[in-house]
């Protein structure tokens, strides 16, 4: 199969032909039609993650994946040869969705793709629509009550944008002014609040007393903390936490995505229904996924996504 993989620290992912991978027990085989690029697949391209996970070069990168069920290994029932899925390859550290065909355990990190969602977009909800979705609810916003996301503009931010709106909260998105406050008021966003200058000036502007949220997917963790009202919700996917913000007069959480089935059948649900959009603002084919990779280091907006059949 083709596949985009690391052949060794140092080396520039490239594709590759390597053997297609075989369900074992619990686990099915997909044939992977779509990916998106993610920060944790430039992470583990650079060898960032050396130490923290197993490097079995060659490493096939990616984390998204839809298609459909190629085979099922012995003891797996949830799904049935033919049968459309999406999801995020597990455990946290395992990488090959960029490949040609995946196995996957059938209990975590795959969900049935609705018919009325395309797979494009499906492969590219997984691991940023999840990680936003958790974030979302650790802050557990009521309607009326103002968020602050910072980050807005990349894949994770635009899912919390929508989810954010969708549950009644005035969203303050961080945004350069012009293309990126576009992209963020067409998101559901109240108000695109410019990060390149003063952001508490900005923030301030609008909320004059504060926010009751923060949602921290970029930016100086401690000076988004001081825009909280007092008792605020910090919620963080860079692993701020209440050791971090110790002291202050808040509730912090560090969220680890954690794609579940019923976490992945709530963002399919939503898509296909037309309340979540998937932000693909551009697609590449399974061979451009270098550079792919390294546009994604590059400034843009929302998802990067990745056919790869």
Known sequence: MRAIALADFGVAPALHDLPVPQPGPGEVLVRVRASSINGFDVAVAAGYLKGMMEYRFPVVLG???????????????????GDPVFGVVTPALAVRAFAEYVTNAEDVGVARLPASLATGA??????AGTAALQAV??????AGETVLVSGATGGV????VQLAAARGARVLATARPGAEAAFVHDLGAAHAVDYTGDLAAAVRAVSPEGVDAVIHLAGDAAALAGLLVPGGRFASTLGVGPEQLAGRDLTATSVMATPTADVLDRLA??????RLSAPIRRTYQLEQVPQALADFGAPHVGKLAVTVA
């Open 63 to 81: 984390k998204d994946f839809a298609g459909t069920v190629e085979a099922v290994g012995t003891g797996a029932s949830r799904f049935a040869v």
């Open 122 to 127: 499906a492969g590219a909800l997984g691991l």
């Open 137 to 142: 609810e650790a802050v557990a916003l009521a």
């Open 157 to 160: 931010g635009a899912f919390a």
């Open 269 to 274: 649900a939503d898509a296909a229904a037309g």
